[in-house]
């Protein structure tokens, strides 16, 4: 019996679907104007591991995963690269499918793009101005009246005296509150014309927030299962999404909210201002995908995940081990019989609120009956859980060869090597000696990404 801590409710409740049999699920996606942080691959990862255990426990699973494809951020970065915002989102989308399926990530049901459902945006935004909660601001912008949704903060636990309390806000915005927030961003001046849309209300574009709520109900009904994201997305984002969300369809929004931890490196919190602000490339040119994430299952979806070198090379001991312990025993998975105790007590941990450690401890416990007996069944049941969990799915062999100080593995400075060896050869125009340095690289597990002016960035696969 499946319990999911719900943040709306601060406690585990048993899982009960709106439809039996079928969970409709929306997470929060990325927002495309740079690259995925580890932030958004704990995100990735998280509810790619929840997707993978609803559907093995049975259940149809429909999920959808947004992209937000504008906003001020975008707007700014295409305006500074000096291209089309289309430009600019559609390289990051690629880039961000190419981190996903790096690091085991199932392309989810739906993928939204914000800017393919602007006309359902507008007509919640309809909907809640029929309903007295939208009204035109003093400077155009369509703003949400939170004091007119009873209930608002309950969510976040946070009051609207504590709200009062911090609020800054330029009374130039021309709102009736402080506290209200903008559904429908009025175009201003100076703003490229493809981020601008015809409006009951004039010409301009959506507000962030309003986004989730149309396209979630738009593709899940206005009711649905279960909606997650980042435990930062948690006030105002998911806040405001439900007051527009039952404000404007009037029902209940959501069942089951979850929200992940945050990632800390070296016990601070991840952020640019600090300088410890690290993209799933930069850590993918170092690590293999799998350890990462091994690195991110192995920590519980709601804690904190610390993310330190030591604690990467810590995951890849903990996962060769894994490896070594199958390398010449087995060489596929198998159906699970989740009446065999280990496969059980799996079960159990996975239903305990996603309880990825605990699963985790059980396939150490069968690593080491592996190593023990040299037991092909023990073996395929491991190999068989790890993959529920997206793991152990390579030939032993493979991953083992892939390890630092493994003969097969190529340095990073040998890499590098060879690239200014390639970027040679396609300036003397002998682009099969190109050819040849790329695919070479390729067979030992190096991923070559050729960049807008010429710049060449590697990975491993």
Known sequence: MLKIHNTLLRDK?????????????????MTVYDYCHLGHARVLVVFDMVTRWLRASGYQVVYVRNITDIDDKIIRRAQENGEPIQALTDRYIAYMHEDAAALGVLKP?????????????????????????AYVAANRDVCYSVRKFEGYGRLSGKSLEDLRAGERVDIMEGKHDPLDFVLWKHAKEGEPSEAKWDSPWGSGRPGWHIECSAMSSELLGPHFDIHGGGQDLQFPHHENEIAQSEGANGCRFVNYWMHNGFVRVDDEKMSKSLGNFFTIREVLKQYDAEVVRFFILRAHYRSPLNYSDAHLDDARGALTRLYTALKGVVSAAGNIDWNEPHAAKFSA?????????????????????????????????????????????????????????????????????????????????????????????????????????GATEWRRA
């Open 13 to 29: 409740q048993v899982f009960a679907p709106i439809q039996p049999g079928l969970v409709r699920m929306y997470v929060c996606g």
């Open 109 to 133: 049901d739906h993928e939204p793009r914000a800017t393919q459902h602007v006309a359902a945006m507008q007509r919640l935004i309809g909907a809640l101005e029929r309903n007295g909660y």
């Open 349 to 453: 941990a996975m239903d305990d609120d996603f309880n990825t450690p605990e699963a985790i401890a059980i396939l150490f416990e069968l690593a080491n009956e592996v190593n023990r007996t040299r037991s092909a069944a023990a073996a395929v049941l491991l190999r068989s859980l790890g993959g529920v969990l997206g793991l152990l799915e390579r030939d032993p062999v493979v991953f083992l060869q892939s390890l630092p100080g493994s003969a097969s593995q190529l340095a990073a400075a040998e890499i590098e090597a060879r690239i200014i060896a390639r970027t040679a050869a396609k300036k003397a125009k002998d682009f099969a000696e190109a050819d040849r340095i790329r695919a070479d690289l390729l067979a030992q597990g190096v991923v070559l990404e050729d960049k807008p002016g």
